[in-house]
C-alpha cells in the first residue's frame, strides 16, 4: 500500500490562494500511478476534483474549480499538488489524494486514498 498523506490543509480566507500536497508516506514509488484529488464536505457526496493521468499527461477538472485549480507532479520528488486560487466558501472540505490506473474524469480503478486534510475557507 501507498500510504498516501496530504500536507498543506488550513484555514484560508475567500479569494487567499492554498496549495496541497502528497507523497507516499510508505516510500513507494508514485510514478506509474495515475494521481489526483477528491473532496467531501460535510453531508455532502465525495467528489472528484482534478486528476492526471499516469500515460498521457493529460489533466481533468470538475467544472467548479475550471480556472483556478491546478494539478500537478513532481516524479524526482515523488509528490504531486493542488494548487488551489480564488478560494470561496463552496470549497470547503476535507481533501483527499489518491492514487490509482486512470485518470476518467477522476482517479478510477484500484484506487488508494490519503487519509484527508481539512480545507477551510472563511470569512
Known amino acids: 500500500q501507498l500510504h498516501l498523506r496530504e500536507s498543506g490543509g488550513g484555514l484560508v480566507q475567500p479569494g487567499e490562494s492554498l496549495n496541497l500536497s502528497c507523497t507516499s508516506s510508505?516510500?513507494?514509488?508514485?510514478?506509474?500511478?495515475?494521481l489526483g484529488w477528491f473532496r467531501q464536505a460535510p453531508g455532502k457526496e465525495r467528489e472528484g476534483v482534478s486528476c492526471?493521468?499516469?500515460?498521457?499527461?493529460?489533466?481533468n477538472y470538475a467544472d467548479s474549480v475550471k480556472g483556478r485549480f491546478i494539478i500537478s507532479r513532481d516524479n524526482a520528488e515523488n509528490t504531486f499538488y493542488l494548487r488551489m486560487k480564488s478560494l470561496n466558501i463552496e470549497d470547503t472540505a476535507v481533501y483527499y489524494c489518491?492514487?490509482?490506473?486512470?485518470?476518467?474524469?477522476?482517479?478510477?480503478?484500484?484506487?488508494?486514498w490519503g487519509q484527508g486534510s481539512q480545507v477551510t475557507v472563511s470569512s
Open positions: 489518491a492514487a490509482g490506473t486512470y485518470c476518467a474524469g477522476e482517479i478510477t480503478v484500484s484506487v488508494q
Open positions: 510508505a516510500g513507494l514509488s508514485l510514478e506509474s500511478y495515475s
Open positions: 492526471i493521468d499516469v500515460e498521457n499527461g493529460r489533466t
